[in-house]
């Protein structure tokens, strides 16, 4: 993705989280996850707390909310990644042009 400390990256298809911890330990970007599964992001803050617990908490923060309406602001991230889960979308062409949106010019 090219980022690093300092910069923000978006996660679409997050699951359990497991993608958005790898990103935040290798890149130290503060790293949002979304998901439309309820059950997927509950698991992916459980992984977070217990990991917080441990001491070793990463800039991670999950929502939950459809790929076609995410719910961030235009141009906030520094690069967004869909996950395969993205390509099963209602309406995939929609969930990319979110991606899109949400991510800086040149993100």
Do not use: N
């Not at 698991?43 to 990991?51: I, L, V, Y």
Request: charge should be negative; glycine fraction near 14%.
């Amino acid at each position: 993705t090219g980022v690093g400390p300092g910069q923000e990256v978006l996660v679409a298809g997050c699951g359990d989280g497991t993608s958005c911890e790898w990103l935040a330990r290798r890149t130290g970007a503060a790293v949002s996850g979304v998901d439309p599964d309820p059950e997927r992001i509950e698991a992916a803050d459980a992984r977070a707390r217990e990991r917080a617990e441990r001491g070793e908490g990463l800039p991670i923060a999950y929502q939950q909310a459809p790929y076609e309406d995410l719910p961030h602001e235009t141009a906030v991230f520094d690069a967004a990644v869909g996950e395969p889960g993205v390509a099963a979308a209602a309406d995939p062409e929609r969930a990319v042009g979110e991606l899109a949106r949400v991510t800086k010019p040149m993100g």
